[in-house]
């Protein structure tokens, strides 16, 4: 029997009597020539009362040399290492008294090959060093005071290779010859931060061209060749800097803003200040080829770590249960702002996919608060997930429209003015929205906040009485005979989308109570929708009558309610709220939509009951689900046809691109599968022959099929590639190839330098999506798990696992659970317990329907 060893789980906190005020860090490096690097750091402290020890995070590094300067006085200190809590203590043979002191000490280290801290990055045969420090790693970087609360000013210098460009959070101070081909490079001192939003790059980068918005100058650096691709990102960080100073009414914080495009990089982007670092999908891009989605999700990305300069880097929560400070505002800020700069992009849909991804998860019973309690730093990273972010936001919007906008923007205004270079809890935020908007704030907020979970609401017509009642949504269909505990109410900002024949009108209440009754007003209504706007972050639950009122009368829904109609009854199917077939008949009456993100909504949904056929009822009857996909979506997608028209417009092109993925992916219709084929040849061989807003269906539709031959094809041209969006979705393609040999080259592959490492959590994912290529998958991590974690950064390690109920069986969930209890991931213990319960969840909705999809089949 396998040991089960406990995961690494650092509880200590420091203590909060000793406090550095000003930091001067040099580092000495050149990644050109090799991983070595040394430094010295010198921390001016004070100490609230007499010690004669200084504790302060230290994690892989050599420390030594520690020396206090106590007024005109030097004291040589004793370094005791603890590395079960990623410090050291500084002890001294005297105590020193309380007041101002001076700690020095030297470090060394290697340059890291895990993505955090400071770590080594390769293009080709450049070699870089960039930083990741969030949460907790600047302790990985240099010996440090690594917690949010603990703000000072830095001083950062760094001598180098001469030909090395250097960037950090400020501007050049100096640059001198440091001799021997080397360069010494000083920067200014930095305003008040957290060690976590610290930034160092250094390497063979080039800056573009400079622009200004306002007195700041804002520029994109990124490794030589990709000149090009800089004008979307220099053009969307210019309009919303511009656009976030107006709304927070104060002016970007730092001296120069610098976004710089990491060749390999953890997160999507970090919004260190003044210099914010990304993935290069997430930053570069050219006009010609990136696609519409790309394109917003390039602008969103950016504006969401130029919000952080204000909310996360000048305001700073005090510690990581209050992450979604940070996060959930940044997230709602960049819808907001970047639909004020571009309404025609329908912003708000965008944002309805990433909040399905909040319903799902805080559906499942191993969900969270948003605000959380944090005992260690792998649970502040297990906590950047779509609670944080997605369902933070959702909240967010909520509370700014039951406010009113400029009632909430009067009271952040007030939270950032009031706490700028600071640090926060939840309850600084609630006083300033309380005091802007006349009313008690955290009553209605804390419910939200503070609980997991958020309501289905059933809802019932009687005339002009709406009849409501709330209970907690479980994604899990309830036992038999089994009814769970009523849950406290939620104080629910409700808002009915009321039609009648002739007019639509909104009708709000604040539902605090179980059940109750909101008046409809005047008029007898044709059908009314119980989320308007999808404003809310709850599910209606509409009788079987008014969901087919409601379907007929789709067309006078706004876009997001569309989707919101289709996303909350296949959730309620899933829960065994509701008959699959009522979702699969509202489903493909949808067959003549206009807009793309509904269309967005179906090919997850209508794949799993797909899937499910096959696996209850055998391989016909998947195949006949599959064809009455394709069969009612195929008309509008031969009327567009493959090349769009003269003057198409962004929106149209998607709504070509989501056909193709339903009749395609989801369909299998033979006839576009195969000239899918002929597609991607031609895009192979000119990338402008196929429109880009379908060149990742076409790709990996030919992939489905194809040989070794298209395989090496895909290689040579990712290999090639001139954009770093066309090189990920042809690496990611080699994911969708279904022969044996292929599959085991693609998994090969990503214990080598063929994939970076910021890519090969994703590729596992890909794989494990592929269904002749799942339980391989599987296998291949449980005999190279060892491998794999020097290739899955904590943050991105949970990617796979989350993927895993993909295999669908119940033996399949006892391997995995039996796996993860002798292989314990530390910053994954909650992502295992949830992947579990989606198996749970698969299983059930299999065994329940299997008669169910049989009947609507025939």
Known sequence: MASNPKPKRTTHRLRRDVRPLDVDVHIALDPTRGDEYEGEVIHRLALERRCKRIELHADDLRVSHARLAVGERTI???????????????????????GEATLSLRFAARLRTDLRGLYAARDGKRRYAFTQLEATDARRFFPCFDEPSFKARFALSVTTGRKNAVISNGRVLSEENAGRGKKRVAFERTPLLSTYLLALAVGDLVASRPVRCGKTEIRVWHVPGKEKLTAFGL????????????????????????????????????ENAGAVFFRETLLLSDPKTITFGEKKRVAEVICHELAHMWYGDLVTMAWWDDLWLNEAFATWMAFHIV?????????????????????????????????????????????????????????????????????????????????????????DLWNALSEASGQDVAPVVRAWIERPGFPLVRLRREGTKLHYRQERFTAAAPKPGKKPA????????????????????????????????????????????????????????????????????????????????????????????????????????????????????????????ARSAGRTLGPEAEARLRERVASTFLPAFAEMGWKPRRGEDDRTRMRRAQLLALVGRVGEDPEVLAAARRHCDAYLRKRSAVEPNLAG??????????????????????????????????????????????????????????????????????????????????????????????????????????????????????????????????????????????????????????????????
């Open 486 to 609: 009523p849950a406290a109410p939620w104080p629910i900002p409700f808002v009915a989308r009321v039609a009648t024949r002739s007019t639509e009108k909104s009708v709000r209440a604040l539902a605090t109570k179980r059940s109750g009754t909101v008046d409809l007003g005047r008029g007898a209504p044709t059908f009314v929708f119980g989320n308007a706007d999808e404003s809310g972050f709850f599910r209606p639950l509409h009788t079987e009558a008014e969901l087919g009122a409601i379907a007929r009368g789709r067309h006078r829904l706004t876009l997001v309610e569309r989707m919101g109609l289709l996303e909350h009854q296949w959730a309620i199917v899933r829960a065994g709220e509701a008959a699959v077939g009522s979702f699969l008949d509202l489903a493909l009456a949808f067959g003549d939509e206009p807009e793309a993100d509904v269309l967005a909504t179906l090919p997850g949904a209508l794949a799993t009951c």
């Open 235 to 270: 053009e969307a960080a210019k309009e919303t800097l511009a656009r976030l100073e107006r709304y927070f009414d104060l002016p970007y914080p730092y001296s120069k803003l610098d976004l710089v495009a990491a060749p390999d990089f953890e997160a999507g982007a970090m």
């Open 697 to 858: 269906d076409v790709v990996a539709l030919a992939a489905r099929s194809g040989d070794e031959r298209l395989y090496e094809w895909f290689l040579s041209e990712a290999a090639r590639a001139t954009t770093p969006q066309e090189e990920r979705r042809l690496q990611f393609a080699t994911a969708a190839f279904r022969d044996p040999a292929l599959i085991e080259r693609t998994l090969a592959s990503v214990l080598t330098d063929a994939v970076g490492t910021q890519d090969v959590a994703m590729v596992l994912m890909q794989l494990l999506g592929n269904p002749a290529a799942s339980e391989p998958t599987w296998e291949f991590i449980k005999t190279r798990w060892k491998a794999l974690q020097k290739r899955l950064p904590p943050m991105l390690v949970t990617r796979p696992i989350e993927a895993l109920p993909a295999l669908g069986t119940r033996a399949w969930r006892r391997d995995v659970a039996r796996f993860f209890r002798e292989h314990p991931v530390a910053t994954g213990q909650r992502t295992v317990r949830q992947t579990l319960e989606r198996f749970d969840i698969g299983i059930a909705f299999d065994e329940r329907n299997r008669t169910a999809l049989e009947r609507w089949l025939d």
């Open 76 to 98: 040589k200190g004793r370094i005791v290492r603890h590395p079960e809590r990623e410090t050291i203590e500084v002890e001294f043979a005297e105590s020193i008294p309380s």
């Open 339 to 427: 639909n004020d700069w571009k309404p025609e992009w329908e912003m708000w849909a965008d944002f309805q996919h990433y909040k399905s991804m909040a319903f799902g998860l805080d559906a499942l019973k191993e969900t969270h608060p948003i605000y959380t309690p944090v005992r260690s730093p792998e649970e502040a990273t297990e906590n950047f997930d779509a609670i944080t972010y997605e369902k933070g936001a959702s909240v967010v919007r909520m509370i700014e429209r039951y406010l009113g906008a400029e009632t909430f923007r009067d009271g952040v205004r007030r939270y950032i003015r009031r706490h700028a270079e600071a640090n926060t809890v939840a309850s």
